[in-house]
């Protein structure tokens, strides 16, 4: 026992000061793309021919970040001159249109609902839905537990039943198999709920779109009320979005 506790005295606390003090992050991540609107549209073309997400919009000069996986092919094949990625992580959105963008995002917190603010505040409790994902998604939603991250601090937790939760976080591109799971899952969460789109999966079907296999985008099935995009989010991304949808502003 005296062991244990002088390797915590040694180990001193691990928990980041996340939001009070910025986390540096990993150079080589990818956030909000920097979006050169000046591009030429023989540029803009080109990126778009190779993004394997159909996510840009040449004549708009757009990315669709529920469709982007973040590659960076685009930034590669036009060397930066159409988009260059930020270390932006605030990549959630309360409306599906404001992740077609030239580069801004509405601040989420002003786009949240008072309602969920006055609900949810200071106590959420999800339970997490894998709608046929990949599991990366699902492995960088289970950081946000670790010492480093401990969500439950800000009093977000994750919950076994739908019947103690206040909302579901869904991930994958939901599978027809999973159709109906998910929607008894949705059904058995108490109202007033909330609906957490995470990945670029479950926003639009990410890179499993077109399949005949799956519904793509949650929203054409239940409403959604925050979409955290990526592929997978970053941890960091969905704190984000969870603290400026359900605490700030
Ligand atoms: S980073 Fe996004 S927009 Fe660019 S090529 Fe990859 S999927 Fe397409
Ligand atoms: S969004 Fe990407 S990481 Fe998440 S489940 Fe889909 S393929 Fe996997």
Redesign the pocket.
């Given at each position: 026992m005296l062991k244990v506790i002088q390797n915590r005295i040694e180990q001193g606390c691990k928990t980041s000061n996340y939001p009070l003090e910025p986390i540096n992050l990993y150079h080589r991540y990818r956030g909000l793309p920097v979006i050169d609107s000046e591009c030429s549209l023989d540029i803009v073309q080109r990126c778009a021919d190779i993004c394997p997400q159909d996510a840009i919009q040449v004549e708009a000069k757009t990315i669709d970040l529920g469709k982007c996986?973040f590659c960076g092919q685009c930034e590669v094949e036009g060397e930066g001159a159409f988009a260059r990625f930020s270390e932006d992580f605030g990549l959630g959105a309360a409306n599906r249109g404001d992740l077609i963008t030239q580069g801004t995002l509405p601040d989420l917190a002003a786009h949240s609902k008072q309602e969920f603010k006055k609900l949810f505040g200071r106590s959420l409790q999800l339970r997490q839905v894998s709608a046929a994902?990949?599991?990366?998604?699902?492995a960088?939603t289970n950081v946000l537990n670790t010492p480093f991250f401990d969500l439950s601090r800000f009093g977000i937790d994750f919950v076994a039943s739908p019947r103690h939760a206040d909302g579901i976080h869904v991930?994958?591109?939901i599978s027809k198999n999973m159709r109906q799971a998910l929607l008894d899952t949705y059904d058995a969460v108490p109202s007033p709920k909330i609906v957490i789109a995470?990945?670029?999966?479950?926003i639009s079907g990410?890179?499993?779109y077109g399949s005949d296999e799956i519904i793509g985008d949650l929203n054409s099935l239940i409403p959604v009320d925050l979409y955290i995009p990526?592929?997978?989010?970053h941890p960091l991304t969905t704190l984000h979005a969870l603290l400026k949808f359900f605490k700030q502003g």
């Open positions: 996986t994902g990949c599991n990366s998604c699902e960088d991930t994958g591109p995470s990945g670029c999966c479950s990410g890179p499993f990526g592929c997978p989010p």
